[in-house]
């Protein structure tokens, strides 16, 4: 089954990154055949189900698996369920599961478990950003060993394609109270260690099903928070992938004999969050003032370099579902101050905006969105903030910063949890709550006809863009630094890590 889906160094710095550098040669020693990534973010988590961060996903992408997967093509195939079958009105979905998948500890893989991932993930006490994309469920049953059957409140088409998210991999249900310590899966490398702020290590899997894989003898994903250290090891040698190269930095390896750029398209975005909740973006006009002052395609060049596109939504324009109607218009600040004025602000107001320090094209971002605002008299004041507190302090509370999203399995995954009333991601960034999004969201998940389907995103777009819950940016690339010692490896869209084919060269 193939569903196509969404998809110069300063004295300080340079001590910096010296510093890194001789803490990688300090570690552990390198065993053959174990590949170093460097990562910008310690993982707050090792719960599959209650990671947030793009620097967890790659952990769990390497250690979980779920019942269907995503491909580098942005195709969905069986993962750990085998094939699946949907009753005639949609609303009744039968999982077969593979036989002989074992998890880590050496059990194997039976329906009981996914009945109490689901279960879990559906349990408002366990606090999973995915619960949101599982509500239309009634029941899940083991209806056999290897035969999983849930029940829908209503038809969903792309059910299936669900089950290859970030945080719905499959879990043991014997081994639940330990994921955060010493987590267990059934993927192709196993957990080993975790020293937060510093590194996690992985080892071979060598009871997993696809035979043959994976060819590494491990992987270490190394914490190191500051860019030119990353940017420093890689070139040293001291790692092999450097996960998120920053943009700023592609050119300088474009011609290196040991290292090479790999880059895709991806649907992920950034963009500024405005709580809705709060004045004055509390008032649509206000926050329609404000994209009026934006020029989206001059961001893409001054906070990506140009490596990605502007959009309205987090559809990409590469999408079939994007709304080609809507136009990138010049800023229109008269019609800024109008809005202004209209909302009780003629003298203009003054607002923070926070951004996290350690994700410099965000920075870059909020930098732009605060001199393109000021000609409307919007004076936005720019404070950085350690990306590591942004879900304690500034998610959901802040009136204004920019964060950014990877990109979703589906359309559905892509837009309900951010737009609809009762999202989980939209509960944790702009509190928007707009009864005609709400309806258009509700009936496309009822909807298995593509042109209607087509339809209903189309007026999303005009609408989101008329009421503006926020300002997304752009959508971009992802780009990774890889030594040329590695081999087989790939970047994808969703900007996890395939590693199973991966090699190293002596």
């Known amino acids: 089954m193939r569903r196509r889906l969404l998809l110069g160094l300063s004295v300080t710095t340079a001590l910096l990154a010296a510093t890194s550098l001789r803490a990688l040669a300090q570690g552990t020693p390198q065993v053959q055949g174990t590949l170093r990534v460097a990562i910008g973010t310690t993982l707050n988590q090792l719960d599959p189900s209650k990671t947030t961060i793009g620097d967890e996903y790659i952990y769990v992408h390497l250690v979980f698996n779920g019942l269907s997967r995503i491909d580098p093509d942005m195709t969905v195939k ?157 070139e040293s040698g001291a790692i092999d992938i450097l996960w998120n190269l920053p943009y700023e930095s592609v050119d300088k390896f474009k011609n290196s004999a040991t290292i090479r750029i790999d880059s895709v398209p991806t649907p992920t975005w950034d963009g500024v969050i405005l709580n809705n909740e709060r004045p004055p973006f509390n008032d649509p006009r206000v926050r329609r003032a404000l994209a009026l002052t934006i020029d989206k395609e001059a961001l893409v060049e001054l906070a990506l370099f140009g490596q990605g596109a502007p959009t309205f939504s987090p559809l990409p324009p590469s999408h079939p579902y994007f709304n080609t109607s809507l136009k990138f218009n010049p800023p229109d600040i008269t019609q800024a101050r109008k809005l202004m004025a209209e909302a009780g602000y003629p003298n203009g107001f003054d607002v923070p905006i926070q951004v996290p320090q350690e994700r410099e094209q965000r920075v870059r971002l909020g930098v732009a969105v605060r001199d393109m605002a000021r000609a409307a008299g919007i004076r936005i004041n720019v404070e950085r903030v350690p990306f590591a507190s942004y879900t304690a302090n500034v998610a959901g509370k802040a009136q204004m910063y920019v964060d950014g999203y990877f990109a979703r399995p589906t359309v559905d995954t892509a837009l309900y949890p951010f737009y609809h009333s009762t999202g989980s991601w939209n509960r944790q960034l702009w509190r928007y709550n707009e009864p005609r999004v709400d309806r258009i969201l509700d009936e496309a998940r009822r909807t298995n006809d593509d042109e209607a389907r087509k339809k209903l995103f189309w007026e999303f777009q005009a609408v989101v863009e008329e009421t503006v819950p926020g300002i997304i940016a752009y959508s971009m690339a992802h780009v990774n630094g890889v030594s040329r010692k590695v081999e087989g490896f790939k970047s994808t869209p969703m900007l996890w890590l395939e590693l199973k084919n991966v090699t190293l060269k002596p």
């Not at 719905?168 to 020293?195: E, Q, Y």
Request: proline share 8%; charged share 25%; glycine share 6%.
């Open 78 to 234: 069986p993962d750990l369920a085998e094939s699946w079958k949907a009753s005639d009105d949609l609303k009744t979905w039968t999982f077969k599961l593979r036989e002989g998948v074992k998890f880590h500890h050496g059990r194997p893989l039976n329906s009981e478990d996914v009945v109490a991932t689901v279960r879990r993930i559906l349990d408002p006490a366990t606090g999973s950003r995915a619960r949101s994309n599982l509500t239309m469920i009634e029941s899940v049953e083991a209806t056999g060993p290897l035969e999983v059957t849930m029940k829908l409140n209503l038809p969903y088409a792309g059910f299936a394609d669900i089950f290859a998210d970030r945080q719905l991999r499959i879990v043991p249900k014997d081994k639940i109270d330990a994921l955060s310590t010493h987590p267990i899966g059934t993927g192709p490398f196993m957990f080993k260690s975790w020293s937060p702020g510093d590194r996690l290590e992985l080892v071979k899997n060598p009871d997993y099903f696809e035979k043959g894989l994976p060819k590494l003898d491990g992987v270490t994903l190394r914490v190191i928070p500051e860019a030119a250290a990353r940017i420093a090891a890689l």
